[in-house]
């Protein structure tokens, strides 16, 4: 089975512009989430969508955005870039990642990430 | 303070030796516990996953959690080369989707 994959891999752009990245993930899954990773602070969430519907987003701003289509593939945005925005950012996909659910074995399956620079 | 803290190491021990990793956390309502692994310019991978207080081993790993104390830890026996990456330990409370991250441990394994 196919693993979780993003692309572009790796991005440079200027501040000021907009990005969009892109997530498939595994087939027959359900949820993607949206991590953000840099060296100061270390894996941070940025949202999680399901059946098209964001159903939990993290602490960052408006210029932070995402979607899913309903072939379960996931797009994030961010518009006007600052230097800070220069991260790995990570989509992670599983069936269906409610962990209330007692004996749950659902998990996070992360993609390779996409290297994002911004100058 | 953070939610999860991990000391970020690095560590470093020679093969064959036995690791300890862990991580403290302060949010009494997290009950799953995973343990990912990432090697240099990747993805994280998931070492171990844990739902509520106890050990679970699987090979050379073994992930214990003790809720009481707020504490997980992962030990890795016979450690090889191999085994040389970043290890995050990762927590939920529950129907979020959302997974807290601690900074992550540089393990390094000496030949």
């Known amino acids: 089975k196919a693993g979780v994959t993003q692309t572009p891999r790796y991005l440079i752009k200027t501040r000021g512009q907009q990005v969009t990245l892109s997530c498939s993930p595994i087939?027959?899954?359900?949820?993607v989430s949206w991590y953000q990773q840099t060296p100061g602070q270390g894996l941070q969430f940025l949202f999680e969508?399901?059946?098209?519907?964001?159903?939990n987003k993290g602490n960052f701003p408006g210029r932070f955005s995402g979607r899913q289509f309903s072939n379960s593939r996931s797009e994030m945005n961010v518009s006007t870039l600052e230097l800070g925005d220069s991260a790995l950012y990570l989509c992670?996909?599983?069936?269906?990642?409610?962990?209330?659910?007692?004996?749950?074995?659902?998990?996070?399956?992360f993609g390779p990430g996409t290297r994002l620079t911004v100058l | 303070q953070k939610e999860v803290e991990q000391d970020p190491g690095p560590l470093s021990v020679p093969e064959g030796a036995i690791v300890s990793l862990n991580c403290t956390y302060s949010?009494?309502?997290?009950?799953?516990f995973m343990w990912y692994r990432q090697y240099s310019r990747k993805g994280p991978e998931l070492l171990m996953y844990?739902?509520?207080?106890g050990n679970k081993e699987d090979g050379r790993f073994t992930a214990q959690v003790d809720k009481s104390s707020k504490y997980i830890s992962l030990f890795i026996r016979d450690s090889q080369p191999s085994d040389s990456a970043t290890y995050l330990c990762?927590?939920?409370?529950?129907?979020?989707?959302?997974?807290?991250f601690g900074q992550g441990t540089t393990l390094q394994v000496k030949p």
């Open positions: 992670a996909s599983s069936l269906d990642f409610r962990t209330g659910l007692a004996g749950n074995t659902d998990t996070q399956y």
């Open positions: 087939s027959g899954h359900r949820s």
């Open positions: 969508y399901f059946s098209e519907t964001q159903r």
């Open positions: 949010n009494s309502a997290f009950q799953y």
């Open positions: 844990t739902y509520s207080s």
């Open positions: 990762a927590m939920s409370a529950g129907n979020t989707g959302k997974l807290i």
